[in-house]
């Protein structure tokens, strides 16, 4: 490792196996000395989750000049504490989540293991990008990605982000991107998010599944409708989720004593 470089941390929450995260790495390694700290298998959906009841281990994957990979029994979360406590030799310039199979727009932030990794790296006063693709195949085709990322992570490199905001970027699954548009989460939620199946044994057993119902009234600025018709997305996310003007509204109305 070289003081005089970048140091990026990256972790996933797919796994340290799957070809997103691997890309991103070996990307961003010509730039940057990078270390990659990803869960031993997938850990979609544990958004900002932390093991506390059980022991967390970690081991080296590989290692060459300016990449070293490890893989950890814990969430993507613990990845991130895990490597600044064991394995970083100082703080990270930046910490990135990807990139993810799979989109995370819209209120996906708050269950996505991708974006709690970069809220971590943001708790953690560090510069954060997630990234992830909106395609859930393992082969997915990562390269229309390429420039766009690099432009992202130089600039971030570069400028910093303003402390206690991360970045979300979400890419289209096409070869051809219309544009980049810097947006605000898109409003839904999920529904029909249970699908029942009979068990061989008798009764009953669930699978998780539903589909994401948009409810935006004015969705043209907002992530999850530009993603759809093509164009990449940037949505700067704050960790602060304070409502200041309901907080202003019931401690000026509520007469709560």
Same mark, same amino acid.
């Given at each position: 490792?070289?003081?005089?470089?970048?140091?990026?941390?990256?972790?996933?929450?797919?796994?340290?196996?799957?070809?997103?995260?691997?890309?991103?790495?070996?990307?961003?390694?010509?730039?940057?000395?990078?270390?990659?700290?990803?869960?031993?298998?997938?850990?979609?959906?544990?958004?900002?989750?932390?093991?506390?009841?059980?022991?967390?281990?970690?081991?080296?994957?590989?290692?060459?000049?300016?990449?070293?990979?490890?893989?950890?029994?814990?969430?993507? =979360?613990?990845?991130?504490?895990?490597?600044? %406590?064991?394995?970083?030799?100082?703080?990270?310039?930046?910490?990135? $989540?990807?990139?993810?199979? $799979?989109?995370?727009? $819209? =209120?996906?932030?708050?269950?996505?293991?991708?974006?709690?990794?970069?809220?971590?790296?943001?708790?953690?006063?560090?510069?954060?990008?997630?990234?992830?693709?909106?395609? %859930?195949?393992?082969?997915?085709?990562?390269?229309?990605?390429?420039?766009?990322?690099?432009?992202?992570?130089?600039?971030?490199?570069?400028?910093?982000?303003?402390?206690?905001?991360?970045?979300?970027?979400?890419?289209?699954?096409?070869?051809?991107?219309?544009?980049?548009?810097?947006?605000?989460?898109?409003?839904?939620?999920?529904?029909?998010?249970?699908?029942?199946?009979?068990?061989?044994?008798? $009764?009953?057993?669930?699978?998780?599944?539903?589909?994401?119902?948009?409810?935006?009234?004015?969705?043209?600025?907002?992530?999850?409708?530009?993603?759809?018709?093509?164009?990449?997305?940037?949505?700067?996310?704050?960790?602060?989720?304070?409502?200041?003007?309901?907080?202003?509204?019931?401690?000026?109305?509520?007469?709560?004593?």
């Amino acid at each position: 490792m070289n003081d005089e470089r970048p140091l990026i941390l990256i972790s996933n929450d797919d796994g340290y196996k799957a070809r997103g995260v691997n890309f991103l790495a070996e990307l961003l390694a010509p730039i940057a000395d990078v270390i990659v700290m990803a869960p031993d298998g997938g850990r979609s959906g544990m958004g900002c989750a932390i093991t506390s009841k059980d022991p967390v281990y970690y081991s080296l994957v590989s290692e060459r000049e300016g990449l070293t990979i490890y893989k950890c029994s814990g969430t993507p =979360v613990d990845c991130i504490k895990m490597a600044l %406590h064991e394995v970083t030799y100082r703080q990270p310039d930046m910490i990135i $989540g990807g990139i993810n199979h $799979g989109d995370n727009s $819209g =209120v996906n932030v708050h269950y996505s293991g991708t974006m709690g990794i970069v809220i971590e790296g943001c708790m953690k006063g560090i510069p954060s990008v997630g990234f992830s693709l909106d395609n %859930h195949s393992p082969e997915a085709d990562f390269e229309p990605l390429r420039p766009y990322i690099l432009q992202i992570v130089r600039k971030v490199l570069e400028q910093g982000l303003p402390q206690g905001t991360c970045l979300n970027v979400n890419f289209p699954a096409t070869p051809l991107y219309e544009g980049v548009k810097v947006c605000r989460m898109a409003q839904g939620e999920w529904t029909q998010e249970w699908e029942e199946r009979p068990h061989p044994r008798g $009764g009953s057993y669930f699978w998780l599944v539903g589909s994401f119902c948009l409810r935006d009234e004015h969705p043209a600025d907002a992530d999850r409708p530009n993603l759809t018709e093509g164009f990449v997305t940037v949505t700067p996310i704050q960790i602060d989720m304070t409502d200041y003007r309901l907080m202003e509204e019931i401690a000026t109305n509520w007469n709560l004593g």
